[in-house]
Structure formats: C-alpha cells, structure tokens
C-alpha cells in the first residue's frame, strides 16, 4: 500500500507522478483501441497523481500529460498546430484534470484529518486509565486496550477472540446475554455496578458503561465497554459505614443502661416484695417478667442499629420512630426538651427497619445536640406524593427542632463524608450514613434551616415510597 502523503519527501511524490503520466503514456501505447481517446488515461494519471501524491504532484502529472500528448500522440511534435476539435478536447482536459486534482486534494486532505482522528482516538483508547474493551454482538472480544490489562490481568492476545463471560463470576452465568439482549434493543447501560474475575482469581467490583457499536447501515454490529474499577472504594465506604453504626450505637450506650436500668431496679423490688409476700408471688413474678421483656426490646432495638438486615420487610415507620424516642427519652428529658408526636395511622412501607432506625436516630441526636437548653422537637409522620414524581406514594418523615440553625455555607456539604460542624465530636459520617441509606430505600431527604436571631431551627424530611427493590442496595 502507497505510504500517507505526509510520509513522503516532495520529490518522490512529484517522481511517483511523472511514473503515473509515463504509465498512461505506455498504456496508450500498447492499446490501439485508446489511440482514439488517449485523453481518459491522462486524466485517470491526473487523478491519481493528485489523490495520492498532493494537488503540486497533479499538475505536474497534467503538464507531462501534455508534453506527451504533443509530442507523441498528436503530430508534428511541438509544433501545437491542432485542429479545433483538438484544442477543445486539450481545453476541456486540462480543465477537468485541474478540477479532479483540487477535489482529489481536498478527499486527501479529508482522508488525512479523519486518519488523524482516528489516530488520535486510538491513542486516547490505548492509554486511557480505564478498562475498555469491545465485543462482536456474539460476545466476542475483539479489542482490548492496556487499562483492560492492568484491571484483568490479561494480555490482549490472551482474551482477543474469546468469549466476554471469561471475565464474568461463575454465579452470574446469565449477566452477560442480560445485558447484550439490552444492547441489541440499541439501549445503553451506563454506571452499571457489578463484579468481574481477574485472571488470577480475584474479585473485583466495578462500574461499567456500555453502549451499541452501529456499522454504516445504523445496525449493530457489536458493543464497546468501559470499566471503573471501584473495589477500593465499596470497601472503604463498607468499613466506614459499618464504624459510624459501631460509633451510633456507642452514642446510644449511656441511653440504654439507664433504660435497662429502670426494669433492673423494678425486678430487684418484685423479688424483695415476693419474699416479704408470698401470697402474691404469681402477681410479682407477672410483673418482673414483663420487665425481662421490656429489657429484651430494648436489647433488640440495639441489635438493629449494628445488624445488617437480610432482606427488605414490611414494618410501620412511625412504630420505629417511636422506639428510636424512647431510646433517647433520657437525654431529652434533662435537657428540658419537649416532644411532639404527630403519626399518622397506617404508615407502612418495605424496607430495612434497622437501617431506617439508625436514620432516625443520627437527626434526633443531632437535633438534641442542637438543644443544649431546652426547646422544642417535632416528629410527624404522614401520607404523601413524591416531589419530583408524583405518581410514586410513601410515607414522609419529618424532624423539627428549634436549635441553633445550620449555617448556609455548611448546608451544602451536609451529606458529604467526613464533613462535620462538630469539631470534638461528630464523625462527619451520620449524615452521609443517613443520605446512603435514604437513597438505598429509594427515597429522598431534604434540609431546611434558618439561622436568624429571632427564628431559627432545622427541619429534615424524608420520603419513603412504599416498596423498595432489594436490588437498590447496591
């Protein structure tokens, strides 16, 4: 194949032009039946002299075209004493041989911008620091660039013609012909979070976007996927998720003794007065198992905030609500707080209570926290509408206090982790805990607050729609 202009000295392209004229000449020369129109092979040298060699090299081409044709085709030679109908095919010869070789240029000039793209996105793909890989609509790889090798750990020539599953877990033998069924619907999976196997066994969880490959016809005729390798990343989130729950339920720790200690007391009066009384024996001990039962609750409302939950259930969000105040009932009490209780009946939604009672917990210690002298908490519960979907219904949730405010500069990065207003000690990671698991319950949660002097305080809600797809918890 002829080298790209651009890879040619001047000279030799203007000697590769005077061949291509010197070559139509011979063909001429050979062919009797061209003797009556040797103009079409001079042409046809013209244009390929300036579709392969430049515009310079196509008018060097025309002007030994028509040396030749003077000197050898038509007689006398040099004398240019023709006949009209010579002159006017000699006209219109080199008119078209100069209009072929400026459109042959300008197609060169296209074809080297479009080989430079090319050029250029192949060197983006190739040292890109994601993973990208295409496919054939079968499933076969077919390109595979150097960020591909670091992720998988395989060289090109080792995947190159072999099956996309290769990569996939052995207990998703389906995943992949899920997600080429999606393509060939000419749909796109973007930001699609799953896991894949290297080549020396170990897992990997990673983002992937992919999208349709179309030929000149518009079908698809295979897929490109690029790779985000976030393993790192759900780890650490993992391992910070699972110490601000150890960090929730340490906050909780002063709550609970003295909630367990209230029924502790109680049994040890029952057992005094059971001794001194027998004849009530039967009354007492009701009583002290009542108060065993009461510990076991509160023991299980604790479990719930540091156990994850198996799978979504169906539980009352106000019931929950109401245990998570009753947890703090001490803290609010010395702290002269007075709480309202607004539930609406029927507030029941699938979900992970433990996860939503941990949600709940972090804005009611936040709010008392708010509240070092006393004021006002309010906790609603009721029906409604999503904002920005109406057709889904739930169960909002919303949390009011009268305390210091939030100032507007901080609001903004109220969901962000390890950001606090707490410099001693908050984590940075309550609320952006409670924004994670909102979102998991497919929901949202919004913050309202003022700062003013004469009034100020916060107000959470929280939209919970009333099923959640276990599927979201990624």
Not at 146 to 172: F, N, T
Not at 223 to 230: F, H, K, L, N, R
Not at 271 to 282: A, E, H, M, S
Not at 340 to 359: A, K, M
Request: hydrophobic share 45%; proline share 4%.
């Amino acid at each position: 194949m002829t080298a790209p202009i651009w890879y040619r000295s001047p000279a030799v392209r203007y000697a590769e032009a005077g061949i291509f004229a010197l070559a139509a000449l011979c063909a001429w020369w050979l062919s009797s039946p061209l003797h009556s129109s040797p103009f079409i092979l001079f042409l046809a040298a013209v244009i390929v002299s300036a579709r392969f060699c430049g515009f310079g090299p196509g008018l060097f081409a025309t002007g030994i075209s028509l040396i030749a044709i003077d000197y050898i085709v038509y007689r006398p030679q040099f004398a240019f004493s023709w006949g009209k109908d010579q002159l006017a095919q000699l006209a219109v010869f080199v008119t078209i041989a100069i209009l072929a070789a400026s459109i042959a240029r300008q197609k060169s000039r296209a074809d080297l911008r479009t080989e430079r793209i090319q050029r250029q996105m192949a060197d983006i793909v190739e040292n890109s620091e994601e993973a990208i890989l295409s496919k054939d609509i079968n499933g076969i790889i077919t390109s595979w660039n150097a960020g591909a090798e670091r992720l998988y750990g395989y060289r090109a020539d080792e995947v190159i013609g072999k099956h996309v599953s290769l990569l996939a877990p052995p207990e998703e033998p389906n995943e992949i012909d899920r997600i080429m069924a999606t393509l060939l619907r000419g749909e796109r999976v973007q930001r699609y979070l799953t896991q894949r196997m290297r080549k020396d066994g170990r897992r990997l969880t990673i983002f992937i976007s992919i999208s349709p490959i179309r030929d000149e016809h518009g079908r698809i005729v295979g897929a490109s996927t690029i790779a985000q390798d976030v393993t790192a990343q759900m780890r650490a989130e993992e391992a910070l998720r699972k110490n601000e729950k150890l960090a929730t339920a340490g906050r909780l720790v002063a709550a609970i003794a003295h909630e367990i200690n209230n029924p502790l007391e109680a049994i040890a009066n029952l057992l005094y007065l059971t001794r001194r009384n027998p004849g009530k024996v039967d009354e007492y001990l009701a009583m002290a198992e009542n108060e065993v039962h009461r510990i076991a609750g509160i023991a299980q409302q604790t479990l719930g905030l540091v156990r994850d939950p198996a799978s979504s259930i169906n539980f009352e969000v106000a019931r929950v609500l109401d245990e998570v105040l009753r947890l703090h009932q001490s803290k609010l009490v010395s702290r002269h707080i007075r709480v309202q209780e607004e539930y609406e009946p029927g507030s029941i939604i699938r979900g992970f209570p433990g996860e939503l009672r941990q949600v709940f917990s972090n804005l009611i210690s936040n709010a008392v926290e708010a509240m070092p002298h006393g004021g006002h908490l309010r906790v609603r519960v009721e029906h409604g509408r999503e904002w920005s979907n109406a057709h889904r219904t739930g169960v909002r949730v919303s949390i009011a206090d009268t305390g210091s405010g939030i100032a507007p500069d901080a609001r903004e990065h109220l969901f962000e982790p390890l950001f606090t207003t707490k410099k001693d000690s908050g984590t940075g990671l309550g609320l952006w805990l409670s924004y994670n698991i909102v979102q998991k319950h497919g929901g949202s949660i919004r913050v309202r607050s003022r700062t003013g002097p004469t009034a100020r305080g916060t107000v959470f809600s929280i939209f919970l729609p009333e099923k959640v797809d276990a599927s979201q918890a990624a």
